[in-house]
């Protein structure tokens, strides 16, 4: 039998799942225990494998062109690291490696991975350890943060050189909008309740 234990007051809820969207709740103090939103899987699934294969063109396409004099200057993510790492910013560029290429590759993978083995509903191995992987990385994944960036500085650019967005400045956006979408549909309670249910097949 499926038990879930409230955080708040420690009951113990037997979860009734059906196929529509629903929040299950405790019936003694109210709290959220889980959210259930009809496809979540699937759609988790479509979207970390989407972002996966934006990846790289993400981070190596330009972002910014900047023209000064008649000269054109591209600026991609990658090519900022190199930048920072040349110029003796060490810890800058690898502060930036870390949380807008390695932390969110290593959150995608995780992600696809962990659904696709709820999806063919078979234990994989290192389903477990690749979950709690997931909800760590998607703390430090600050790929929306880097977009922000780049508005500010192409406004403020703009009175200062001509600029204009490249390539990979859509790719940022679309990128952060696959994040914001993997997160709406990769409820924690949710997918430990399918973890623990895989365990017992």
């Not at 959220?32 to 970390?48: A, E, G, H, I, Q």
């Not at 995608?108 to 690749?130: E, M």
């Amino acid at each position: 039998m499926n038990l879930l234990i409230c955080p708040s007051c420690g009951l113990l809820v037997t979860p009734l799942m059906n196929n529509k969207n629903c929040v299950l709740k405790c019936s003694r103090c109210n709290s959220v225990l889980l959210k259930y939103r009809k496809s979540s899987l699937r759609n988790c699934f479509v979207f970390s494998l989407s972002a996966l294969i934006l990846f790289f063109p993400t981070i190596t396409y330009p972002m910014l062109k900047i023209s000064m004099k008649g000269v054109y200057t591209y600026s991609s993510i990658w090519s900022c690291i190199q930048t920072f790492y040349a110029e003796g910013f060490i810890l800058l560029s690898l502060l930036v490696l870390c949380t807008v290429v390695i932390f969110p590759f290593l959150y995608f993978i995780s992600i696809s991975y962990v659904v696709f083995s709820f999806l063919i509903a078979k234990k994989l191995p290192f389903t477990r350890q690749l979950l709690k992987l997931g909800f760590l990385l998607s703390e430090w994944s600050m790929i929306d943060v880097l977009l922000i960036g780049i508005l500010v500085s192409s406004v403020k650019l703009i009175g200062m050189f001509g600029s204009d967005f490249g390539s990979g400045f859509y790719l940022v956006a679309t990128l952060t909008i696959l994040g914001a979408l993997i997160e709406y549909y990769f409820d924690k309670n949710y997918f430990w309740f399918l973890w623990g249910k895989n365990e017992r097949l």
